[in-house]
């Protein structure tokens, strides 16, 4: 769904990930940043959030917390992370971008509370229970801190992902600020939820949840109980263009994740500021009767949409053309994606070697893909800056030390 839109709006960086894999610079199985662009669409988005008084914490698992990817952030004016779990945490910590926010969606676990409170010291902490409340609280007075502490509310018709539920009874809320108040090394600071927009496949917007509702009621709820400075946490589907509809609602904090990449789902069918600046790499393997095989290892693509066509770029030149398009055929989630089958019956003709480039909404935290950072292609001399692990870490590639 996404390469047309790279082809269009940014062919000089498919152009320039096909080059540097055929000089053998860049791996195949790679989530591929063009640093530039993930620059420009944090400024961007920074300058969007200040005109409507949000604080921004950038989301970074959907490129593998990749440090590259997190200082291009910085530079564009967003100098915290929403850490998705604690291992996201660590790794944004590590290339200097701080914790904005833990514990959502992903719990901490209790005997990793001591670190995150000591040594990431979250400006936010999401707790869903009492008990991560007590814990959070405890971990923070040990380490000589009073932890700001969100909670995750939900009541009838709110939207939950399957898998994703917790949090307290937004009926509640006035007797959970109170319960967190009372824990020595904690304070209420405000409500989250999960998602508070979506995108309507129907109606092609991105409009909000019953959760963006319950959190603006009980906020409101929190004001006639004589609470002020209520944080409202609302993420989902945050791109600059729909941060009007979060602050209307009385949202003070957003958390951009595919926005800075420019992969929300409205992304592929409207021209949105936000520049497309990721793309997955591959690498024709062989050929088997009418097909050519390319290396998996990343083919994870998030269900956003319904089932498409799944298209690349095959081609051992760089090169955006029609003609080196071709269907390919990817193994289902249940499967391990160990190739990705690309159809040899139209234009392209894949030869082994070949670099392969797809567009797509990914999720690379979750795969056991390379991500690399490049920076320079907006300037046609493009640098690879980092080679990472899914988890932020440098990897050897090509050489073995």
Known sequence: MFLDV???????????????????????????????????NARHFRAAADRHSLKVFAMTKQVGRNSGFCKAVMRGGIYRAVAVDMACAVACDRAGLKTGHLGHLVQVPRHEAPMAASHLAPDYWTVFSREKAQEAAQAAKRAGRTQSLLARIHTQRDTFYRGHEGGFPAEEIAEVAAM???????????????????????????????NLTTLARAAEALAKAGRSDIEVNAPGTTSSIVLDILAEAGATQCEPGNGLHGTTPLHAIEDLPEQPAVLYLSE??????????????????????PDYDVQAIVSGTPTVAQNAIASVEIPPPSAIDYYGMIDTTGSAKPKPGDSVVFGFRGQAFVTRAFTVGVS???????????????FGVVQDWPELR
Request: charged share 25%; aromatic share 8%; hydrophobic share 40%.
């Open 6 to 40: 790279l082809r269009r709006r940014n062919p000089a960086f498919i152009e320039a990930a096909i080059r540097l894999h055929q000089e053998g610079r860049i791996p195949a199985n790679a989530y591929v940043l063009d640093l530039d662009a993930v620059e420009d």
């Open 180 to 210: 967190m108040d009372a824990l020595d090394g904690a304070q209420f600071a405000g409500l989250t939820t999960f998602p508070a927009l979506l995108y309507d496949q129907e109606k092609k917007k991105v409009l909000p949840t019953h």
């Open 284 to 305: 024709v393997s062989h050929l088997h009767q009418q097909r050519a095989y390319c290396f998996g290892g990343g083919l994870y693509i998030d269900p956003v949409f």
């Open 376 to 390: 320079g292609i907006s300037k046609g001399d493009p640098r690879v800056e980092t080679i990472e692990n899914p």
